[in-house]
């Protein structure tokens, strides 16, 4: 009997320190959709905004817009980016077109947060269009 509660007592250890280990292993891992754009399309203005994890000196985005009216293209200007304890950055550049068809490359400083928002402010009436990974 002794030692088949030794046992059960080993292996109840082992099974909450497998689910300890695996919580904190994925509570600051990304979502698993990491690389899958995310799109706003509110007022007319479709907004497509894609994560580059791969541009390693910054927190980049790839922004597309599609719109048949005018709005404000000043994605240095009307961005910023929020990560999950709440703290906010402000872009370093954005390099691409603008207008109805804008496409270009949105660059935030390097951020360790697993989890952020992408925050676009101002477009077509729309306050705020969030964008979350």
């Known amino acids: 009997m002794r030692v088949s509660g030794i046992i059960i007592v080993i292996s109840i250890i082992s099974v909450l320190a497998a689910v300890v280990i695996s919580?904190?292993?994925s509570g600051g891992n990304p979502p698993d959709d990491l690389l899958k754009p995310r799109e706003?399309?509110?007022a007319g203005i479709k907004i497509t905004a894609?994560?580059?994890p791969d541009i390693t000196n910054a927190t980049a985005f790839e922004i597309k817009v599609t719109a048949h009216k005018d709005y404000n293209d000043k994605f240095d200007k009307i961005s910023y980016l929020r990560d999950s304890s709440g703290r906010t950055y402000q872009p370093i550049s954005y390099e691409g077109e603008g207008g109805h068809?804008?496409?270009g490359i949105l660059r935030f400083p390097r951020i360790e947060s697993k989890r952020f928002e992408l925050v676009i402010k101002d477009i077509a009436g729309v306050e705020e269009r969030i964008f979350k990974w």
């Open 23 to 25: 919580g904190c292993l």
């Open 101 to 103: 068809h804008a496409s």
């Open 40 to 42: 706003n399309s509110e």
């Open 50 to 52: 894609i994560y580059l």
